[in-house]
């Protein structure tokens, strides 16, 4: 969707459904000639997010929507940061941090560390796949796992991937040793014509034994990631992403592919929306008054406002 001036698009933003409860919205922009003019850029993005939370609570069905932004913009904080911080501790959101890694499957791979030959990878079977829903719901929020449909049944995406426009499909690639599965690779892959910036060929890796020293998981990610790579090689991906969230994720990442950007993941439920467009829209007036030198019509500091029904959480 886009918000035009004149003759051209001033604004603009996407929906795009990510997982059969879950839409992720992305490409959340303004015209470079309006970000010059201070006043104009806040005015135009007012509108623009009340128009996305208005299409996101009328038009679009799912429980969930999702957003995966650049930590380092000045806006993450402001917009969704504070936002966060306002909720009950209980609130249904989840708020993480991490970095993006690009792996390219034409590039020679990294050597393999020694000790990471003693997993042998492969795709799950279906009662592996059930095993597997089961650990991720004890180490993942409740939110998350139904976000992402991680639940048994549907954590391998079949029944959702031949209705979904972008074609989605998700692989478990489980590493395992003499004791039985230690990790997994959650690979996921979409169509081109609606793979969103790449995030559709996405990998997320996750330890899954308790006894697993925290000093094996670097092996264990490095057999998972080289799997993972040949996997998207067989069918002709030229890239893909993983989502690190931890310093031996990142290392095993950094050795094969080359870091994007330090990143924030906000899932939420939407009957959050009303509370966070009203936060939004304040914020913004707030802002728009300060640039213009305006006297404010609200004494609530702009970076945490007060909102109905909203207290101090984490």
Known sequence: ????????????????????STWL?????????????????????????AALLRLLAREIDGRFFALFVQKDKRWTDLLYGGFVRSLPPDAPSVYDEYALYKCRTASDPAPLPADAGRF????????????????????????EVEAYAYGPGEIDLRSFSPAD???LVRRLLVARDESGIAGVAVQESGSEGVNVFGLLNSCRLFALRPGLARAGHGPLYSALLAATRESYRARDVQEFIVFATDEQM???????????????RWVAARELLPAWAAYVDEVLEARTQEVRGEPSGREADPGRPRTEGSRDGH
């Open 250 to 264: 990142r290392s095993t990442a950094g050795r094969d592919g080359c870091l994007i950007s330090e990143g924030v």
């Open 25 to 49: 919205l992305h490409s959340l922009g303004v015209d470079k000639d309006a970000r010059r003019r201070h006043g104009a850029v806040l005015d135009l993005a007012r509108e623009l997010y």
């Open 1 to 20: 969707m886009s918000i035009s001036s004149k003759t051209r698009a001033a604004g603009t933003f996407a929906t795009s459904r990510l997982y059969p």
């Open 165 to 167: 426009p972008a074609g």
């Open 120 to 143: 042998r990878v492969s795709e799950a079977t279906e009662a592996e796949r059930s095993w597997i829903a089961e650990r991720l719901a004890e180490r993942l929020p409740p939110l």
